[in-house]
């Protein structure tokens, strides 16, 4: 809406009891919420049309700072090991402050869809005090019809201002800065940062609760589409080329980070894309690039030249620069957000060490394995303190986001699996013949090959040995493929040096897998990897 949107002053917002003074403007469309951002100097305008703001201090999640409320329905279903807990009247303390924070505040309003099922749909009002966190938010959940608007009942309110304050006495907080999820009611409250991912993974949050519970299996997760129908999932963490690898122009694009997989395939819980640019360039990944010179496009912590020319390469401000777009910028993108089951599971992991190889294919323990599993690696320079590389395990691929126990979300995943015959990948995009700082990053473009041969179903027919160390098969021979990049041991000019990388990781690997031991069963226990002798 445009003017129609506007709603007189002192007037509620929902049922919650958010009240301002101000002026509240509902569902503003991008060129309205442009003008605003500029107006109040919230936003610059890029030289080819898109916006540009900075998110100050934190310009990524801040995981320590978010809390889930715990109460008498939460209490037996959340993994606390994992989740924060605040206690109801803590909850609604800061919900009080909230809502006095708020009085006298212009706040901006969308209400939005979270996934692509008609029968699994969450709607989601979403009030901020910035127009462009509006836009963003805006870009990437799902946009309902005019028509829809007008009957639109929120389930989830999401309410979302970074000048907020929260007071740890008082709040039960860690800092200022806060991430209150009250699962049971679905309210979530934003304050003290203006990092607008925090909003979109709020809602991933509230799926990742009340899906399992229907049967329906939440994923951190990208997916596409092959012209024959069969479409594929990527799991991965940042960094792992979920995003980069599923933009494939032969394939179309179910979406870049969250889905779920229900009784009829699956589907995008969002409606655009949150794509990392630091080193984004047109020659390695043409589609993205083109959505940062579009308008409509939300650009995060983007350095922008004299010219106002978006400087990709430049990270003074944080490696972690994004750019946040509807999915249709993308030319190949579905129109549905929907797929049917898949056909291929991805698991990707940036290895760090050099240990894995480029491609492995699984078994079904294997790949429960890996996936409570999460591995990949941190590299030196990317983050404070972090000198060799770095092992990072997040269960299920999405920690962070997970209420719920990961063997809940691996029960579910083993099930669809085996109900469907899917295969599973494991898909090594980090370093190759040496450790980083010695090997050098796996080449797209063998990749890209190897990813094409498994999705087009030539790969299963290939040699495979089994890997000395993870147990998993890896193929020998793969046509327009290097075979030696295929087997990482051969790749180090030192293979004593990468018999004691293999001996690290693994030992990593086993040192996380304890803590789940006793909830998964005797064949996931065996697909552990267990070290051998390995031949010269």
């Given at each position: 809406?445009?003017?129609?949107?506007?709603?007189?002053?002192?007037?509620?917002?929902?049922?919650?009891?958010?009240?301002?003074?101000?002026?509240?403007?509902?569902?503003?469309?991008?060129?309205?919420?442009?003008?605003?951002?500029?107006?109040?100097?919230?936003?610059?305008?890029?030289?080819?049309g898109?916006?540009?703001?900075e998110?100050?201090?934190?310009?990524?999640?801040?995981?320590?700072?978010?809390?889930?409320?715990r109460?008498?329905?939460?209490?037996?279903?959340?993994?606390?090991?994992?989740?924060?807990?605040?206690?109801?009247?803590?909850?609604e303390?800061?919900?009080?402050?909230?809502?006095?924070?708020?009085?006298?505040?212009?706040?901006?309003?969308?209400?939005?869809?979270?996934?692509?099922?008609?029968?699994?749909?969450?709607?989601?009002r979403?009030?901020?005090?910035?127009?462009?966190?509006?836009?963003?938010?805006?870009?990437?959940?799902?946009?309902?019809?005019?028509?829809?608007?007008?009957?639109?009942?929120?389930?989830?309110?999401?309410?979302?201002?970074?000048?907020?304050?929260a007071?740890?006495?008082?709040?039960g907080?860690?800092?200022?800065?806060?991430?209150?999820?009250?699962?049971?009611?679905?309210?979530?409250?934003?304050?003290?940062?203006?990092?607008?991912?925090?909003?979109?993974?709020?809602?991933?949050?509230?799926?990742?609760?009340?899906?399992?519970?229907?049967?329906?299996?939440?994923?951190?997760?990208?997916?596409?589409?092959?012209?024959?129908?069969?479409?594929?999932?990527f799991?991965?963490?940042?960094?792992?080329?979920?995003?980069?690898?599923?933009?494939?122009?032969?394939?179309?694009?179910?979406?870049?980070?969250?889905?779920?997989?229900?009784?009829?395939g699956i589907?995008?819980?969002?409606?655009?894309?949150?794509?990392?640019?630091?080193?984004?360039?047109?020659?390695?990944?043409?589609?993205?690039?083109?959505?940062?010179?579009?308008?409509?496009?939300?650009?995060?912590?983007?350095?922008?030249?004299?010219?106002?020319?978006?400087?990709?390469?430049?990270?003074?401000?944080?490696?972690?620069?994004?750019?946040?777009?509807?999915?249709?910028?993308i030319?190949?993108?579905?129109?549905?957000?929907?797929?049917?089951?898949?056909?291929?599971?991805?698991?990707?992991?940036?290895?760090?060490?050099?240990?894995?190889?480029?491609?492995?294919?699984?078994?079904?323990?294997?790949?429960?394995?890996?996936?409570?599993?999460?591995?990949?690696?941190?590299?030196?320079?990317?983050?404070?303190?972090?000198?060799?590389?770095?092992?990072t395990?997040?269960?299920?691929?999405?920690?962070?986001?997970?209420?719920?126990?990961?063997?809940?979300?691996?029960?579910?995943?083993?099930?669809?699996?085996?109900?469907?015959?899917?295969?599973?990948?494991?898909?090594?995009?980090?370093?190759?013949?040496?450790?980083?700082?010695?090997?050098?990053?796996?080449?797209?473009?063998?990749?890209?090959?190897l990813?094409?041969?498994?999705?087009?179903?030539?790969?299963?027919?290939?040699?495979?040995?089994?890997?000395?160390?993870?147990?998993?098969?890896?193929?020998?021979?793969?046509?327009?493929?290097?075979?030696?990049?295929?087997?990482?041991?051969?790749?180090?000019?030192?293979?004593?040096?990468?018999?004691?990388?293999?001996?690290?990781?693994?030992?990593?690997?086993?040192?996380?897998?304890?803590?789940?031991?006793?909830?998964?069963?005797?064949?996931?226990?065996?697909a552990?990897?267990?070290?051998?002798?390995?031949?010269?």
């Amino acid at each position: 809406m445009s003017e129609a949107g506007k709603r007189n002053p002192d007037c509620a917002i929902d049922a919650i009891g958010l009240r301002t003074t101000g002026t509240v403007r509902y569902n503003f469309g991008a060129a309205e919420l442009y003008e605003e951002a500029i107006r109040r100097g919230e936003a610059r305008l890029t030289a080819h049309g898109a916006l540009v703001a900075e998110t100050g201090q934190h310009t990524g999640r801040s995981p320590k700072d978010k809390f889930v409320v715990r109460d008498e329905a939460t209490g037996p279903h959340v993994w606390w090991d994992n989740n924060k807990a605040i206690s109801p009247a803590q909850f609604e303390a800061l919900h009080a402050d909230f809502r006095a924070h708020a009085v006298g505040r212009d706040l901006y309003v969308q209400d939005l869809i979270g996934g692509a099922d008609a029968e699994l749909q969450l709607p989601v009002r979403v009030v901020t005090e910035f127009a462009w966190h509006s836009l963003f938010i805006r870009n990437l959940l799902i946009r309902p019809e005019a028509a829809a608007l007008e009957r639109f009942v929120p389930e989830m309110t999401i309410i979302d201002l970074p000048s907020f304050r929260a007071d740890p006495a008082r709040h039960g907080t860690r800092g200022e800065t806060v991430i209150a999820v009250d699962l049971t009611r679905k309210i979530v409250l934003i304050g003290g940062t203006s990092y607008a991912g925090e909003m979109k993974k709020s809602v991933f949050t509230m799926l990742n609760y009340l899906l399992p519970e229907k049967g329906v299996m939440p994923m951190h997760c990208s997916a596409n589409e092959g012209p024959a129908g069969d479409a594929a999932v990527f799991f991965g963490l940042s960094g792992t080329g979920k995003t980069t690898l599923s933009a494939d122009p032969s394939r179309t694009l179910i979406g870049d980070d969250e889905h779920g997989w229900g009784p009829h395939g699956i589907f995008n819980f969002e409606g655009g894309c949150y794509a990392k640019t630091i080193r984004l360039s047109a020659e390695a990944e043409p589609e993205i690039f083109a959505t940062t010179q579009r308008f409509g496009t939300v650009l995060e912590n983007v350095v922008l030249d004299a010219g106002r020319v978006p400087d990709f390469n430049d990270g003074s401000l944080t490696e972690n620069t994004r750019c946040a777009y509807p999915l249709d910028f993308i030319p190949n993108a579905s129109k549905s957000g929907r797929a049917g089951h898949p056909k291929n599971i991805i698991m990707l992991t940036a290895d760090a060490f050099g240990v894995m190889p480029p491609i492995a294919r699984l078994t079904p323990a294997q790949a429960m394995y890996h996936f409570l599993s999460g591995y990949t690696a941190k590299v030196a320079g990317t983050e404070k303190g972090v000198t060799e590389p770095e092992a990072t395990f997040s269960t299920c691929f999405g920690a962070p986001f997970m209420p719920r126990h990961p063997s809940e979300y691996g029960k579910l995943l083993r099930e669809l699996i085996a109900s469907h015959g899917v295969d599973c990948w494991l898909v090594n995009t980090g370093w190759t013949g040496g450790a980083y700082g010695t090997g050098r990053r796996m080449p797209i473009k063998v990749t890209r090959a190897l990813l094409g041969a498994a999705l087009d179903g030539s790969l299963n027919a290939a040699e495979f040995r089994t890997d000395a160390n993870f147990g998993f098969e890896v193929p020998v021979a793969v046509p327009g493929v290097d075979g030696a990049i295929l087997d990482p041991r051969s790749t180090w000019a030192d293979k004593a040096a990468y018999d004691r990388q293999a001996v690290k990781l693994v030992n990593m690997f086993a040192v996380n897998f304890e803590k789940f031991e006793k909830y998964v069963d005797a064949a996931i226990l065996g697909a552990a990897p267990h070290l051998q002798e390995a031949a010269e």
